[in-house]
């Protein structure tokens, strides 16, 4: 039993070391956050030896007089609205292909599994053309409205797992009591959902929230941008960059999805595991 006891008391440690080590970047962005900015790179501590807002106060002011209250508000609206899109579209597909029948459905299904696959590069430049074409550059359009049309196989997928372990005696009970397609997946369907669409919703507004690639590759009016583009114009390779204030409103980008993740993270975990069995 001691032999034991010393074997987990290890273990733990082990494990808890490890976890410092991973987190120590973070510890170190939000603790230099507060460094004046001669004080960054020469105080090594995660203590700082000298405590000062003024990096907050100065990147708040954001750039080409644009705040970076507008840049929180502009990831805000592309995040929410890609969350909403992915719940809505992905858990219809999801049920078509869990419960419908229809033709070449397994056709349909193995090609969406195919899109998984690809890497979003390989698909970047037909994409831009055809939102070029539209004259959607520029816009939010591209970020946005691909949600609200099931563009990601992924979500679709973890639906369809879930939908699958639901029992179709529940359907077949609805159909008797004169519940129609729409009213299965609305008042049956959707409500039992629950677990997997918190998941897809955390990790829809996690990924659209980082998402730097596609915004730099779609946006360049600094009224448009979010705040990765934001965040990415602080710092000047050609120039001396403001240190602080890119390391404050990096700390502040991280809040959002940090808070989220610990408020629902019950219900992600549930999600997850419960897919998993199914």
Request: aromatic share 16%; net charge positive.
């Amino acid at each position: 039993m001691r032999s034991k006891s010393v074997a987990a008391a290890v273990k733990h440690a082990v494990i808890i070391i490890a976890g410092i080590l991973m987190l120590y970047p973070v510890l170190w962005l939000v603790s230099s956050s507060f460094k004046p900015n001669h004080m960054i790179f020469t105080d090594t501590g995660l203590w700082p030896k000298a405590f000062t807002l003024d990096n907050y106060a100065n990147g708040w002011k954001g750039l080409q007089h644009v705040s970076f209250g507008r840049f929180f508000a502009n990831s805000w609206l592309i995040s929410i609205m890609s969350v909403l899109g992915n719940l809505a579209t992905c858990s219809l597909a999801a049920f078509a292909f869990a419960r419908l029948n229809f033709k070449l459905r397994k056709l349909w299904f193995s090609l969406m599994l195919v899109t998984i696959m690809l890497p979003y590069h390989v698909t970047l430049i037909p994409q831009y053309i055809i939102y070029d074409k539209l004259q959607w550059i520029n816009t939010y359009y591209p970020l946005i409205l691909p949600k609200w049309l099931a563009h990601d196989s992924f979500f679709i997928l973890l639906m369809v797992q879930f939908i699958r372990g639901i029992p179709r005696e529940l359907d077949e009970s609805a159909t008797i009591d004169g519940c129609g397609q729409r009213q299965i997946y609305g008042r049956i369907i959707l409500p039992l959902l629950v677990p997997a669409l918190i998941t897809a919703a955390i990790f829809t507004f996690i990924w659209s929230w980082d998402d730097f690639f596609s915004q730099m590759i779609y946006l360049s009016d600094i009224k448009l941008f979010t705040v990765q583009l934001g965040i990415r114009s602080l710092f000047d390779p050609s120039g001396q960059s403001d240190w602080g204030a890119l390391l404050a409103m990096s700390t502040l980008s991280l809040v959002p999805i940090t808070l989220i993740f610990l408020i629902f993270q019950r219900y992600f975990l549930d999600g997850i595991a419960t897919t998993g069995l199914k």
